[in-house]
């Protein structure tokens, strides 16, 4: 991967954390304040607001402009009704996000950007893991 093709994944994966971080607001509104869904949301907001603050820091360091667009994502999400329709919508697109770090990961040669994305993609199975977990209705850990 050139640095052109760098800066463009680093922007669009920004654009995409903060179209998650975004929905996310609007779904924490679907559950109780402070229940364990609630929670575990607010938890994935959290990483999902820290990505967007991480891949920022990465552009800057790197002395490129970053975008300030938010990816298509917030707004098909937001339209879909139903709390744990949203999730699985959630789950989709955490989903989506593993995949395009898997992808790019072997082509990152800069060190910091590829441990970046390697932290992104482990706390992205994560959050997926527990947003399937509100779907199925069970318990948190």
Not at 15 to 39: C, I, M, Q
Not at 73 to 91: N, P, S
Not at 102 to 126: N, T, W, Y
Request: charged share 30%; glycine share 8%; hydrophobic share 40%.
């Amino acid at each position: 991967m050139n640095d052109a093709e760098l800066d463009g994944f680093l922007n669009r994966m920004l654009e995409a954390e903060r179209a998650g971080a975004r929905a996310l607001v609007v779904f924490l509104d679907d559950w109780p304040r402070n229940g364990p869904e609630w929670t575990i949301l607010r938890k994935v907001h959290e990483d999902e607001a820290h990505n967007c603050a991480l891949i920022g820091e990465q552009l800057k360091r790197r002395g490129r402009e970053y975008s300030h667009a938010t990816g298509e994502f917030y707004a098909k999400a937001v339209a879909i009704q139903g709390a744990r329709e949203r999730i699985g919508f959630l789950v989709r697109g955490l989903k989506w996000a593993i995949r395009e770090f898997e992808q790019a990961l072997p082509g990152i040669a800069d060190p910091e950007v590829r441990s970046l994305f390697e932290g992104m993609r482990q706390r992205h199975l994560s959050s997926s893991t527990a947003c399937q977990n509100i779907i199925r209705g069970q318990s948190p850990n």
